[in-house]
């Protein structure tokens, strides 16, 4: 059957069982507390937990399984930091719980909790701002220091490296920063200085952190392992466990996994080794921090190039835009003043047509005119003939009187091009 896994971010200690209790149960829960620290435990972007630590702990339960036929539920708790961990362990009654975040073993810490057996070599090397430079002596570094402002986290193994390496001088240190802000804090300060495990200086190497290793004052312990209470009765099958061969092939196999086979390798390697062995390690670890600067120059320089070269795609298409922009408005330009000058000119056209139409009504009333006068006078002349013939003198005198007047306002009006209506009755009447 799977290991079954649950995260509980806060709230009550969930259920924990002692070993005791899980075999009287044939299984049982434990707790595990962590806090965030990349590569060893931490969440991924979809919330799920991962890293060295978190795997390892998953990989006991499954061997205890394997091994006692006992299924192990982990419960994972996020202790929100490093000092609750220990505090809760250290205070705790609890058999079943443990606690995961990178610790190192010391003396005094031995005293108030129980350490697994270290899962891997434990080493802080001494870090400092990458436009320090390299020191080559230990006496020309503290010649320097006292001009330096150190970095550390409180309640750690780096913060008494620290203590170690100031003791007596008069050096500010900040304390309340974990241990990539320590890296970062460094890389931002050029007088800046401090402890880091070795295996978190890599992993801020192959993040872009810019920062120093000093070749000097680098300090060694037991190991980094996962911490119990004191009281705990898991210790004999933690023993067994830890120090065990599957538990070091896990461990190497993890490290691989998260740093990469070459870096996993010479961390495992470095501490505890021959003077020889130590020295070819130190050497391939140093060929290995110029590969991992050399590609992050190599990134740098590319990412710039890319940026370059999506800056002048930017600008070229920003000025074909605007000559675009500038094609089309002069085009609506042109446009709109030969729409105006077509306007103007089917205004004129239309003014024309209207006084030639007035023209043309004109001269067809003049022709009209010229045709009906004669005939119209032949007429008038041949009635007034009538009445004189028939001595009709009195009408004969009228019919001259209305006939002259009537030419009087024809001949009047004939240059005129409108005749109203009340004009026209008059003169007919």
């Known amino acids: 059957m799977m290991l079954l896994t649950s995260f509980c971010m806060s709230g009550a200690m969930a259920q924990t069982d002692s070993w005791k209790q899980v075999q009287q149960q044939k299984g049982g829960t434990v707790t595990a507390l962590w806090y965030d620290i990349d590569p060893f435990i931490f969440q991924d972007k979809q919330g799920q937990l991962q890293g060295v630590e978190y795997e390892l702990m998953q990989s006991f339960a499954k061997w205890v399984k394997d091994k ?65 430079p390299l020191f080559s002596t230990k006496s ?75 070749h000097l004052f680098a300090t060694e312990r037991e190991g980094l392992s996962g911490i119990f209470p004191m009281g705990s009765d898991w210790q004999p099958v933690v023993n067994e466990y830890f120090q065990g061969f599957e538990c070091k092939r896990v461990a190497s196999r993890l490290l691989s996994k998260y740093l990469g086979t070459e870096i996993g390798k010479i961390i495992m390697e470095v501490p505890g080794a021959s003077p020889e062995d130590q020295q070819s390690a130190g050497l391939e670890l140093l060929m290995k921090e110029r590969e991992i600067v050399s590609q992050r120059l190599v990134d740098t320089l590319l990412t710039a190039e890319r940026d370059k070269m999506l800056r002048n795609i930017s600008i070229l298409v920003v000025v074909i835009v605007i000559i675009i922009a ?92 409108e005749v109203s209506l009340e004009q026209e009755q008059k003169f007919l009447g």
Not at 149 to 178: C, V
Not at 360 to 374: A, F, T
Not at 390 to 408: C, N, P
């Open 326 to 417: 500038s094609l089309l408005y002069n085009r609506y330009r042109i446009k709109t003043d030969l729409s105006k000058l077509l306007i103007q000119r089917n205004t004129v056209i239309k003014k024309q047509n209207r006084d030639i139409e007035h023209i043309n009504r004109k001269l067809h009333m003049r022709v009209l005119q010229s045709q009906i006068n004669p005939h119209f006078v032949f007429n008038s002349l041949n009635d007034l003939q009538y009445y004189i013939n028939r001595g009709e003198k009195d009408i004969a005198l009228s019919y001259v009187s209305r006939f002259s007047r009537f030419m009087r306002e024809l001949l009047s009006q004939a240059n005129e091009p």
């Open 68 to 132: 006692y036929g006992y299924e192990v539920k982990v419960n994972w708790k996020n202790a929100s930091s490093f000092e609750n961990i220990y505090a809760q362990i250290k205070d705790s009654k609890e058999s079943g719980l443990f606690g995961w975040s990178f610790f190192s073993i010391t003396p005094k810490r031995q005293t108030e909790v129980r350490f697994t057996p270290p899962y891997m070599p434990d080493m802080n090397v001494l870090v400092t701002n990458d436009a320090m």
């Open 140 to 214: 020309g570094f503290l010649d320097t220091i006292s001009k330096l402002q150190g970095f550390t986290m409180k309640h750690t193994a780096m913060e008494e490296d620290l203590g170690i390496l100031t003791k007596g001088k008069d050096i500010p240190i900040s304390r309340q920063y974990d241990d990539y802000e320590i890296l970062r804090r460094i890389s931002a300060n050029k007088n800046a200085f401090g402890y880091v495990p070795l295996t978190v200086y890599v992993v801020s190497l192959q993040k872009g952190i810019k920062v120093k290793r000093q």
